[in-house]
């Protein structure tokens, strides 16, 4: 895992990103969005070798402002209060899992159809038993299964794709190598049911193996 990825990542590069999300986002456009405890989940999470696709998102240095920011991107359809900690590290059980399958022609361009993420969230109350229904609490997930826009560089191997729908949108600003992909994660919500800010936040930076994210 690589921590020092925000620093390795072009200003002009996250600058476009942000810019043309906020020219572009269109609210209203056809809903694409699972997002519950325990979702529907067709994103594959695994490569065609049968290795595990599933990468983490992550902030280390800094746990309060990860939990926060990841509570505030739930809050679309959840108060962050309906979570427990959400570890920062990228390394324990518990925190937030990503998976991206993206596809691209040979421009470049996003194939919006068959592009998908999904954004697993084990915050520490996964596992326990929920009181009022006496089942397990499985992971909050949020599933995007089209994309919204997005551009791949093959010479440069650096990539941005766009999720969006009436909610709001989750950006990823990257580049890859052989074996992982690394970069940023950028969210801005339309709504909040807890009153959550609804500017642009960085929730913090990604990696996912490569042969999952391109396979």
Same mark, same amino acid.
């Given at each position: 895992?690589?921590?020092?990825?925000?620093?390795?990542?072009?200003?002009?590069?996250?600058?476009?990103?942000?810019?043309?999300?906020?020219?572009?986002?269109?609210?209203?456009?056809?809903?694409?969005?699972?997002?519950?405890?325990?979702?529907?989940?067709?994103?594959?999470?695994?490569?065609?070798?049968?290795?595990?696709?599933?990468?983490?998102?992550?902030?280390?240095?800094?746990?309060?402002?990860?939990? +926060? =920011?990841?509570?505030? @991107?739930?809050?679309? *359809? $959840?108060?962050?209060?309906?979570? %427990?900690? &959400? #570890?920062?590290?990228? !390394? +324990? =059980?518990?925190?937030? @899992?990503?998976?991206? *399958? $993206?596809?691209?022609?040979?421009? %470049?361009? &996003? #194939?919006?159809?068959? !592009?998908?993420?999904?954004?697993?969230?084990?915050?520490?109350?996964?596992?326990?038993?929920?009181?009022?229904?006496?089942?397990?609490?499985?992971?909050?997930?949020?599933?995007?299964?089209?994309?919204?826009?997005?551009?791949?560089?093959?010479?440069?191997?650096?990539?941005?794709?766009?999720?969006?729908?009436?909610?709001?949108?989750?950006?990823?600003?990257?580049?890859?190598?052989?074996?992982?992909?690394?970069?940023?994660?950028?969210?801005?919500?339309?709504?909040?049911?807890?009153?959550?800010?609804?500017?642009?936040?960085?929730?913090?930076?990604?990696?996912?193996?490569?042969?999952?994210?391109?396979?």
């Amino acid at each position: 895992m690589k921590t020092s990825v925000l620093s390795k990542l072009t200003l002009g590069l996250v600058m476009a990103l942000a810019m043309g999300l906020s020219a572009c986002a269109k609210k209203g456009d056809s809903a694409v969005r699972v997002a519950k405890r325990g979702g529907e989940i067709t994103t594959s999470s695994t490569c065609s070798t049968g290795a595990s696709s599933i990468g983490r998102i992550y902030y280390p240095s800094n746990q309060s402002a990860f939990e +926060a =920011a990841v509570k505030s @991107f739930v809050s679309t *359809n $959840l108060p962050g209060s309906a979570f %427990g900690s &959400i #570890d920062a590290s990228g !390394s +324990a =059980a518990n925190g937030v @899992f990503l998976t991206m *399958n $993206l596809r691209f022609d040979s421009a %470049g361009q &996003i #194939d919006k159809a068959n !592009s998908k993420v999904l954004v697993q969230i084990r915050d520490s109350l996964v596992g326990t038993i929920d009181s009022s229904t006496q089942k397990e609490i499985p992971a909050y997930e949020v599933q995007f299964t089209s994309a919204y826009n997005g551009v791949l560089n093959k010479s440069t191997r650096k990539f941005t794709v766009t999720f969006e729908d009436q909610y709001g949108w989750i950006g990823f600003d990257g580049y890859y190598d052989n074996n992982n992909a690394y970069g940023t994660v950028y969210f801005k919500n339309y709504s909040s049911v807890d009153g959550s800010s609804l500017q642009q936040q960085t929730m913090g930076s990604f990696w996912v193996p490569t042969c999952g994210l391109l396979n």
